[in-house]
């Protein structure tokens, strides 16, 4: 059984930055692709940015120039460092994970808890 836990979250002005940290009860090596999805209260999830286990980033164009995704294989964590934090990017931030398939065949197999981001403006 496969664990995810994100920290990180927090309550940020405007400008801010944050990052978040997902560690996995595997080593990375295991998944295709790792990546943070996002879901705000009356918004569908989105996958904001994914990393693949030849080391490819994928973001959305909202967060590009702004956001990173890392991992650190000896912790077995990905990270998304977040610049730049607009009030847009409220939101419970997901960590997936994708053992058997890919993110552009279908979402994560594996999922966090979650973890809340908030800006104030």
């Known amino acids: 059984q496969v664990h995810l836990v994100e920290s990180g979250g927090d309550l940020v002005q405007a400008g801010g930055s944050l990052r978040l940290s997902c560690v996995a009860s595997?080593?990375?090596?295991?998944?295709?692709?790792m990546g943070w999805y996002r879901q705000a209260p009356g918004n569908q999830r989105e996958l904001v940015a994914r990393i693949t286990y030849g080391g490819r980033r994928r973001y959305i164009d909202s967060v590009k120039g702004r956001f990173t995704i890392s991992r650190d294989g000896t912790k077995n964590t990905v990270y998304l460092q977040m610049d730049s934090l607009k009030p847009e990017d409220t939101a419970v931030y997901f960590c997936?994970?994708?053992?058997?398939?890919?993110?552009?065949?279908?979402?994560?197999?594996?999922w966090g808890q979650g973890t809340q981001v908030t800006v104030s403006s």
């Open positions: 595997e080593g990375l090596f295991v998944f295709n692709a």
């Open positions: 997936g994970a994708w053992g058997t398939t890919t993110p552009v065949a279908s979402e994560a197999d594996y």
